[in-house]
């Protein structure tokens, strides 16, 4: 059974400029989360797809937006890139939403300069 | 909003000692706690977890122990080993919510 594939692995952008990153859970899998990871701050969540709706969605700014296809895939979008947004973004699937445990991709290392 | 805390960014242990890494939480809704294990350049893995109907949940050298009047769950690993060297995260969840995770814990076990 494959895991949790992301992509890009590694990404590198200029600020200002925007960024989609892809998740594609495991088979069978319907949920979707996706953190961001910085030194200090540990995973903060960004937002969880369930059944291609927005079922949460984290403290951050109206940049970070997210959407889940009918494939259960999942992209995250970014807007006008801040040096700040420079983290380990992970996507985590799990069957269903919060009662079971999730299953981590790699991440994408996003760096902005 | 850091419902999920973890205060200690780091701990070393001796090899065959006991480590504890600590967790504490504030939403008091929440009733499924987990512990991930991280390695560099990899994702977390799942470890363990434990339901609010039960104050212990053991998994071999890996044991969980949730408090919930004091809002507390800890993990024990014993004996410690060298490969258990990586960032230790706690989560919680409320039925059919999100995650939420702590900053993580640094373990370091010695030789």
Redesign the interface.
Known sequence: KAG?TQTPRYLIKTRGQQVTLSCSPISGHRSV?W?QQTP??????LF?YFSETQ??KG?FPGRFSGRQFSNSRSEMNVSTLELGDSALY?C?SSL????T???????TRLTVV | ?QQVK?NS?SLSVQEGRISILNCDYTNSMFD?F?W?KKYP??????LI?ISSIKDKNEDGRFTVFLNKSAKHLSLHIVPSQPGDSAVY?C?A????????????TRLTVKP
Request: charged letters at 15%; hydrophobic letters at 35%; glycine letters at 16%.
């Open positions: 949790v989360s953190y200090g701050q540990g995973l903060q969540f969880e079922r949460n403290n992970l985590a269903y939403p919060g009662v445990e999730a299953f981590f991709g790699q991440g | 909003d973890q960014p499924y987990l991930y350049a990899e994702g977390p893995t799942f977890s995260f989560a969840s409320a039925l059919n919510n999100d995650m939420r995770f702590g900053a993580g």
